[in-house]
Nanobody
Framework: QVQLVESGGGLVQPGGSLRLSCAAS????????MGWYRQVVGKERELIAE???????NYADSVKGRFTISRDNANNTIYLEMNSLKLEDTARYYC???????????????WGKGTLVTVFS
């Protein structure tokens, strides 16, 4: 009953920029933390950036200073502004949200299907 849809991925040259979006919809009462993860084939998914409901952010060291996460609570949406992209940023980027569900006293994580970011000359 909850869906996360990522968008904004694509091909970008090294040093370029890209903005990802993730919109959550469905039986949502509220959302606590939301974050961006990335994964390449054969490796474990890793946390890239996270933002709390109050707007507190944290970043992986590999992207600190280059990526910026933000959220729009009114629209249940988060963004990832990626700058100074490197070849090693190539991955599928996934949106994650810790959602409090409507009509139940229960919260759980939801994942989007991901959007591919390819950094290549």
């Amino acid at each position: 009953q909850v869906q996360l849809v990522e968008s904004g991925g694509g091909l970008v040259q090294p040093g370029g920029s890209l903005r990802l979006s993730c919109a959550a919809s469905g039986s949502i009462f509220s959302i606590n933390n939301m974050g961006w993860y990335r994964q390449v084939v054969g490796k474990e998914r890793e946390l890239i950036a996270e933002v709390t409901a109050l707007g507190i952010t944290n970043y992986a060291d590999s992207v600190k200073g280059r990526f910026t996460i933000s959220r729009d609570n009114a629209n249940n949406t988060i963004y990832l502004e990626m700058n100074s992209l490197k070849l090693e940023d190539t991955a599928r980027y996934y949106c994650n949200a810790h959602v409090v569900l409507l009509d139940v006293y229960y919260a759980m994580d939801f994942w989007g299907k991901g959007t591919l970011v390819t950094v290549f000359s």
